[in-house]
């Protein structure tokens, strides 16, 4: 697996991965249609949101963005092709978005995670520290902390 810097040229791309992702678990057409404006990556948000993608086999396997100022950021996108989904490709990129962030001087990333998502986060180290209100579905999604101190890149 390869991790690299994204490119603001495949901002559609990785969009179109996001969208197939959250459709994957079970989302309808109406839903995805409501939460499109906050899955889209737009090609000026690339290199500022720190985008970093996984390459799977010469494949785009997933993408993570990373937004903020130090010392508290948010992972705003982390999604993984349902393809690639159980090759490690979330660990690596959230390994990896950990220690570029605690080199960039960040202590922690806030994580709105998808209820389903949560476990995965939970198990990556992060804390549940409330809910919050997504605007885009008005349902409540688990509020996540995740300190970036010890980069997990071996967990």
């Known amino acids: 697996m ?8 495949e901002a559609a791309e990785l969009t179109e991965l996001i969208l197939r992702s959250k459709a994957h678990w079970g989302y309808d057409a109406a839903f995805l249609a409501r939460c499109r404006p906050a899955l889209t990556l737009h090609e000026d948000q690339v290199e500022p949101h720190r ?7 010469g494949r785009v396997a997933g993408v993570v963005t990373v937004t903020g100022v130090p ?3 948010e992972i705003d996108l982390l999604f993984i092709d349902p393809w690639a989904i159980g090759h490690g490709v979330g660990r690596a990129l959230v390994g990896h978005a ?22 995965f986060y939970l198990r990556m180290g992060a804390v549940r520290i409330g809910e919050q ?23």
């Open 71 to 73: 010392p508290e950021g």
């Open 51 to 57: 985008t970093l993608v996984a390459e799977l086999d």
């Open 133 to 155: 209100v997504s605007p885009a579905t008005g349902r409540a999604l688990p509020l996540l902390r995740l300190g970036v101190s010890a980069p997990i890149l071996d967990r």
């Open 2 to 9: 390869d991790i690299r810097a994204g490119r603001p040229q």
């Open 98 to 119: 950990t220690a570029a962030a605690a080199a960039e001087g960040f202590e922690s990333l806030l994580i709105e995670s998808d209820p389903q998502a949560e476990p």
